[in-house]
């Protein structure tokens, strides 16, 4: 009888340690859980991150990325600055960078030389930076996913028949593009 009593307490005790283990386990799993979804990685923690390009006479010519609007003096830093012997007459390094911006550096005997423009629609669609309806290129156009070369040349048409484009919703005037179209295009345009 004792014997059978300790039998039962050793089943009870492997039965709640069975219990406390998988207690413990499941509390992990939850844990887990609730740590992986507080980062969200499919979701950009910092959607209004500006990405400027700068190329020309720099030590690492690339496209950088900020979390607020850059000057010529941060992105001279980030991309390692002018190469050694071209800084003769920098201008001002207070120059602030748009995001979609691509700065090129050029020097000669004169000074270094900042020549301003834009990056292709390409990289800008690539890193969620909205073109310009008005702005871009036929080619550039074709860039938005549904935008291929008949559209975009319809676009550029109508653009200059109306001398540009006085609200993005206009673009639903053009030939080829239909509400299904434009609300998929809508998050990558802006005049």
């Known amino acids: 009888m004792l014997s059978d009593w300790m039998m039962s307490k050793r089943e009870i005790n492997d039965c709640t340690m069975g219990g406390v283990t998988l207690l413990l386990f499941l509390l992990a799993v939850y844990l887990m859980g609730s740590i992986s979804s ?11 991150k500006v990405f400027v390009g700068i190329s020309g006479d720099i030590a690492s010519p690339g496209v950088y990325g900020f ?18 012997k071209t800084e003769k007459g920098l201008p001002s390094t ?8 691509n ?6 005997v004169k000074g270094t030389h900042i020549f301003k423009g834009e990056m292709s629609a390409f990289y800008k669609i690539t890193l969620g930076i ?7 290129t036929l080619d550039g156009l074709t860039a ?17 028949k109306r ?8 673009v639903l005037s053009v030939q080829g593009v239909g ?13």
Do not use: W
């Open 103 to 108: 700065l090129d550096m050029r020097s000669n």
């Open 179 to 191: 509400p299904a179209l434009y609300s998929k295009i809508r998050p990558y345009v802006v005049l």
């Open 163 to 170: 001398d540009g484009f006085k609200g993005v919703a206009e």
């Open 38 to 48: 507080l980062s969200e990685p499919d979701r950009d923690p910092f959607p209004d």
């Open 94 to 101: 207070g120059i602030l960078c748009h995001s979609g911006a």
């Open 67 to 84: 979390y607020q609007t850059p000057c010529l003096k941060d992105l001279l830093i980030r991309s390692g600055g002018l190469i050694p």
């Open 144 to 160: 938005i996913r549904g935008i291929g070369p008949k559209i975009a040349g319809a676009i550029v048409r109508e653009r200059a």
């Open 130 to 136: 909205p073109i310009s309806l008005n702005r871009e």
